[in-house]
């Protein structure tokens, strides 16, 4: 690092650790504590959820599923290991003390046992296990689930050709990452809880009503007996057993108080005890047990699935706001104890880590990544400006503590305050990653198309990455296809052939090469390829949404959902009455395939500079000894920049996709939308892509979500945002998540004037209506320092994708990746 550059204030931090071995966060000394006992140490495996699910399983085969999940919940909170740590406050875990990752055989017990032996020694977020957890693991649970789980059901009712663009023909399946299919990995995707009543009627309020309601069902019914009495069973026990864990943590916070000497240590231990006994089965009388009952929710759900980038938050400004208010004008709470609160919660989501055993899940979620995104700002459900006084905290902490948990979400609307905006830019400026920020502007007018009321549209919480989510409203949970377009390009040029996979024909056979005499021939059977990658990613859902329900159950999930509680209808069950199904496919290789379009269409077919074979010799041979045409073809008209030309090639590309789901999605039953957003999929899509016409070398990570290729942009951050704005669509409602990442050099937003440009940037974003916004203010020198020197950088946080992680805990193709990202001098 150079100390004359212009730093950011998380670089500033940098230099004082380097210089004084000391994190220098603004949190209190507890909170501080706790991150101290485990941050840069490696997660390790606790086998625990993965063992009594297995043992609960096998007592209760034959019985419906949702009652055996339920009773595989109350049988893991009877039997799972409580602990308390001495700096905490709020508590609940689900794992060993330190960084843990819970197992779910029923993902990934096909492979399990082999998995468990190579994670310690794998390059990409690797964990350890002891030998003794190994052995049970192998001999005790993988047995159980082998030839059961959705994996193995998926690949077997797959058609020869769809599987043929999904999986390599091994004994792993493992992913070609050309259609690559998601739902094998996750249980569901990213995923919001309506936390509000579990603080307005607790459990026992929910175990309540499903009692009455069994109460009232004609026990002699077949419906009732199948369908309805199973479900309201399984919500009865899930109501118990995350009361009776809720308990557990009291019984253990009593004893350890009878144990306790010091007089402060000890009144805290009551106040646990007294908490965990109330909280989450009654409402909350404080804030204090607000925070504690939406933890033990939020941390329960871990336990019962894996989500695709975990339960996020929810609008926690708004439904943790009134016993903020309450307490504060009772004289009974700070702002500095409601940030301390609120951190003790950040600090346990630190702990868990989202542990993937597929090669596959853990290369789209590089640097133990998880995002449990909490919501701030936007409207209210009737439409006015949501931000008040916990707003403003929410940000002050991160800028306080950042940590890159929790994900933090700004949502922006055209009256969002300027107070706010100051706020937000400064938290920005901070260089961490935080906040990012999602348009009300865009997302709500396309909610409100697709079928939600004004009040459920308003009321959105952003989830996992980019997406978003209306509580008691969406129903859809289905994992969805990434699909490599890249790929669809180089098929295309070698006709249905990949470089990668020698002389085997993947996609569809669209001619020779060299017999394309026009641009738009080459573009058709470039469409060609494209429609018969969304053709299977489409067969791939169909099978994906017929077999689920077979084999995931969410009772804790479906118990706080209003549509699931009046269908008797699991979360995971197809079509339930009067929910909104948003699900979506990705466009992976966006910038990447724009370019290499657009370089062909002039120099090719318009400038006649070369040929279409020796283009394809350049491309053989990696650019090797042909550097001139590489030039000639990275400095033609480039998506990013601004540039009709290459800006009218997004948009074709864009309409064909959305044109397909239009026409198909209807099929599924769900509205199965366009989306950018590839987490870090670009990496190893990329890495089965050889060399593209855009100049981008052979096997090197693709462009990232809506986001320009590397060093494409070349005309300023504002031109990015002009080409997002023009390459978009916006008479069809099929769209979905856009993930746009910016990155800014820290002199080019220094002091008031900078955070005035970036204020105004904002508002050019959200004026567009423009999804998603998101930053890296770092100097670059910054990353190479820390590429080479990676135990002084440890606490160095980066912008990855939807996610913020370490930059020292990823791998070194995502580390060259964000540091090729190009650096704007200037908004």
Request: proline fraction near 4%.
């Amino acid at each position: 690092m150079q100390n004359n550059n212009i730093l950011s204030p998380q670089e500033e931090r940098l230099i004082r650790e380097i210089n004084s071995n000391i994190v220098d966060f603004k949190s209190s000394n507890r909170v501080n504590n706790i991150l101290n006992t485990f941050k840069g140490t490696r997660p390790k495996i606790d086998i625990e959820r993965g063992l009594y699910f297995t043992q609960s399983f096998k007592e209760t085969e034959g019985e419906p599923l949702i009652l055996r999940w339920s009773k595989a919940l109350l049988h893991y909170a009877k039997n799972a290991t409580i602990y308390i740590d001495d700096n905490e406050i709020i508590v609940g875990r689900g794992g060993k003390e330190g960084r843990y990752g819970l197992l779910y055989p029923e993902l990934d017990g096909d492979f399990l046992d082999e998995a468990i032996e190579q994670l310690p020694k794998r390059e990409t977020s690797p964990f350890d296990i002891s030998k003794e957890d190994a052995e049970i693991v192998i001999n005790e649970i993988s047995p159980y689930w082998k030839g059961k789980t959705f994996h193995e059901d998926l690949a077997n009712a797959l058609n020869p050709e769809t599987f043929k663009l999904t999986y390599n023909n091994d004994e792993s399946l493992t992913s070609r990452f050309i259609v690559n299919e998601t739902a094998s990995f996750r249980s569901s995707i990213q995923w919001v809880h309506d936390y509000e009543i579990v603080l307005n009627i607790g459990f026992n309020g929910i175990k309540k009503e499903a009692e009455e309601k069994l109460a009232e069902l004609d026990e002699f019914s077949p419906v009732n007996n199948t369908e309805k009495i199973p479900f309201l069973k399984a919500i009865i026990n899930v109501a118990d057993a995350i009361t009776l864990w809720a308990k557990r943590h009291g019984d253990l916070a009593a004893e350890l108080y009878e144990k306790e000497d010091d007089s402060e240590r000890k009144e805290e231990l009551k106040l646990i005890a007294d908490t965990c006994y109330h909280v989450p089965a009654n409402p909350p009388r404080s804030f204090h047990e607000a925070v504690q009952a939406q933890w033990f929710t939020q941390m329960f759900s871990r336990i019962e699935q894996k989500t695709g980038t975990i339960i996020s938050n929810g609008r926690m400004d708004q439904y943790l706001y009134p016993y903020y208010k309450a307490d504060i004008e009772k004289g009974i709470l700070t702002d500095e104890k409601a940030v301390e609160l609120l951190e003790y919660v950040w600090v346990n989501i630190a702990q868990f880590v989202d542990l993937y055993l597929s090669t596959t899940g853990g290369a789209f979620n590089e640097g133990y990544a998880h995002w449990e995104a909490v919501t701030i700002g936007g409207q209210t459900p009737n439409g006015q400006d949501a931000v008040n006084d916990l707003t403003y905290l929410f940000l002050e902490s991160k800028r306080n503590f950042p940590l890159n948990y929790p994900d933090l979400a700004a949502r922006i609307h055209a009256r969002s305050p300027k107070r706010y905006l100051y706020e937000v830019a400064e938290t920005i400026k901070d260089g961490s990653g935080f906040p990012k920020l999602i348009n009300d502007e865009e997302v709500v007018p396309l909610l409100l198309a697709k079928g939600a009321t004004f009040e459920e549209a308003y009321d959105y919480s952003v989830s996992g990455c980019a997406e978003c989510r209306m509580p008691n409203r969406d129903t859809y949970t289905s994992p969805c296809a990434y699909i490599n377009f890249a790929a669809a390009i180089e098929m295309t040029i070698y006709n249905g052939k990949m470089q990668k996979y020698g002389n085997e024909v993947i996609g569809i056979k669209t001619g020779e090469l060299t017999n394309f005499k026009t641009f738009e021939e080459f573009f058709d059977a470039y469409l060609v390829q494209q429609k018969n990658f969304l053709k299977h990613a489409f067969i791939q859902q169909h099978e994906i949404i017929r077999l689920r329900k077979n084999h995931f159950a969410s009772p804790l999930g479906s118990a706080l959902h209003k549509l699931c509680r009046e269908n008797f209808k699991d979360i995971h069950e197809p079509n339930i009455d009067g929910g909104i199904d948003l699900g979506y496919f990705e466009f992976i290789g966006y910038g990447t395939v724009i370019d290499s379009l657009a370089a062909i269409k002039k120099n090719v077919f318009e400038d006649k500079k070369i040929t279409l074979e020796e283009l394809r010799e350049a491309l053989e041979h990696n650019y090797e000894g042909y550097e001139a045409i590489r030039q000639l073809m990275i400095n033609g008209p480039s998506y990013g920049n601004n540039d009709e030309y290459a800006d009218s090639i997004a948009k074709r590309l864009d309409l064909e996709a959305l044109k397909f789901t239009e026409k198909y999605s209807k099929e599924l039953g769900v509205n199965l939308d366009l989306r950018y957003v590839p987490f870090t999929s670009h990496v190893p899509f990329g890495k089965v892509v050889s060399a593209t016409p855009n100049g981008r070398f052979a096997y090197t990570p693709l462009a990232d979500g809506s986001s320009p290729s590397h060093g494409a942009d070349i005309n300023g951050p504002t031109a990015v945002l002009l080409s997002n704005f023009a390459s978009k669509n916006y008479n069809h409602k099929e769209r979905a998540a856009r993930l746009l990442n910016v990155k800014l050099s820290p002199a080019c937003v220094k002091g008031d004037v900078g955070t005035e440009k970036l204020i105004s940037f904002i508002r050019t974003w959200c004026d567009l209506k423009l999804w998603h916004l998101q930053f890296n203010i770092i100097n670059r020198d910054t990353l190479i320092a820390a590429k080479k020197n990676p135990e002084q950088y440890k606490s160095l946080l980066v912008r990855v994708a939807g996610y913020s992680a370490y930059f020292t805990e990823l791998s070194e193709d995502l580390q060259n990746d964000i540091i090729n990202r190009t650096e704007h001098e200037a908004i």
